[in-house]
């Protein structure tokens, strides 16, 4: 562990100033946006507090667990898994982290190139990708530290007062939209339906949350902070996405940022409260690489994510990225379900039953949610034929979503493979053979 992980570590204002600044993303918009309306707005606004409350409690649990044992998420993941689990780990860490590090990067750039068409007349694109890169990888070089210290003296202040900008803004522009008047019309999704969609952006990060709880003093100031900043954020933009995403001509947030009218200046609200989420990947990959024996300068190691977001924002789209983002996504829910239930009940003698319960709530996503990727169905659900199930399973039987029956299944699996491995250990001082 390094000196800066231990020596006047991150507490409660570190925790909330990082998480409600990482989770105040407009990406959060567009999934608010899908609850209505099937969904009344207080049904909606409902489910997106109660996602608050669940994503913010389950991280705050990860990043709490980080702060004790100082362990970096590679670790943590890893240790279930025993020392063969590190390469695999750490590998599928990279790739995602890469892999987001690219998305946001297109989510950025995509809309400040609408921005920059109608306030310049010139499609910057390109432009755009490299500057946002360039910013994430200056805050790595900058150090959790200082960023934590800009953000906890002024950041946060100011990305609140964008926040509430933005929230300002749109109901100048939307007002209300009138079809959030009327009576909910049914159908999909349903309440917790509608509460699973809301868990998918927050639980993107939790392959982040432990690489910055590791920093902590104190795991309660950790996870209190933690929580406090993934909820406030994530209940607050999702409510945003309820009520104005849909009333945009495009309902997406290019048309969104266009719609508010705020020129060269929505710029700068993209860089607000976008660019920390290529920073937090970035900066996520320095102990991955550390946990399978790289070591270095971070200002050099931060380099390796970018080397491969870089031109896959440059040449590929939001629609080629979020399907395999959501796919990784669906193997480290299962995951963390079983880093938590190895903290509480540690397995000592195998990692079985690790490997069976995030193999169990993996396939329990996929089966109740499958990723939309043509080759990736096809591939899950030739299994599924040959024993005869539907795949996927049909609406009446998913009104649960499928985050939260992944967690379950595969916290259930690592739990009762704990339990059986103990009870068919030898007693303690038990003899192998008579006197």
């Known amino acids: ?121 010139a499609d910057l694109r390109p432009v755009w990708v490299l500057l946002f890169a360039a910013a994430g990888l200056a805050l790595v070089v900058a150090g959790p530290r200082r960023v934590a210290t800009a953000l906890r003296r002024g950041g946060l202040l100011l990305v609140l007062l964008v926040a509430a900008g933005v929230a300002a803004s749109a109901y100048m522009e939307f007002e209300i939209p009138s079809y959030l008047r009327r009576p909910a019309v049914g159908g999909w999704p349903s309440i917790w ?69 705020l020129s060269l200046g929505a710029i700068m609200l993209l860089f607000l409260l976008q660019a920390d989420e290529v920073y937090a990947s970035v900066y996520a990959a320095v102990p991955t690489l550390e946990s399978i024996g790289v070591r270095g300068d971070g200002r050099l190691v931060g380099i390796v994510p970018l080397l491969a977001a870089v031109p896959a924002a440059l040449f590929l789209s939001i629609g080629d990225l979020e399907p395999y983002l959501l796919l990784a996504s669906a193997a480290f829910i299962p995951a963390f379900a079983v880093v938590i239930a190895h903290a509480l009940w540690p397995a000592e003698r195998s990692a079985a039953p690790a490997i069976v319960a995030v193999v169990a709530g993996f396939v329990a996503y996929q089966w109740i949610s499958p990723a939309d990727i043509a080759w990736w169905q096809d591939v899950i659900e030739e299994p599924f034929a ?34 059986t491995e103990r009870a068919t250990e030898p007693a303690s001082g038990e003899l192998s053979t008579a006197d």
């Open 386 to 419: 040959l024993i005869a199930l539907p795949f996927p399973l049909g609406d009446e039987a998913t009104w649960l979503g499928a985050a939260i029956p992944s967690f379950v299944v595969a916290f259930a699996v690592q739990l009762l493979g704990t339990l």
């Open 1 to 121: 562990m390094t000196e800066e992980t231990r020596n006047g570590g991150f507490g409660f204002f570190d925790n909330f100033a990082l998480w409600a600044t990482i989770c105040a993303t407009l990406y959060v918009m567009p999934f608010g946006a899908l609850l209505v309306p099937a969904l009344s707005i207080e049904q909606a606004v409902v489910a997106a507090v109660i996602a608050g409350l669940l994503s913010g409690l389950l991280l705050a649990a990860i990043a709490a667990l980080a702060s004790r044992t100082g362990h970096s998420t590679a670790q943590l993941l890893a240790e279930p898994f025993g020392e063969r689990g590190r390469w695999p780990v750490a590998l599928l860490l990279l790739a995602r982290h890469a892999l987001f590090a690219a998305f946001a990067l297109v989510l950025i750039a995509d809309s400040a190139q609408l921005v920059g068409e109608r306030a310049l007349g």
């Open 193 to 261: 339906q509608a509460i699973d969609i809301m868990l998918i952006v927050p639980l993107l990060w939790l392959p982040v949350v432990a690489d910055f709880g590791r920093l902590g003093r104190e795991p309660r100031a950790v996870g209190s902070g933690t929580f406090a900043g993934v909820f406030l954020m994530i209940a607050w933009f999702g409510t945003l996405g309820i009520i104005y995403l849909p009333a945009t001509e495009s309902g997406d947030i290019p048309g969104f940022v266009v719609g508010m009218e």
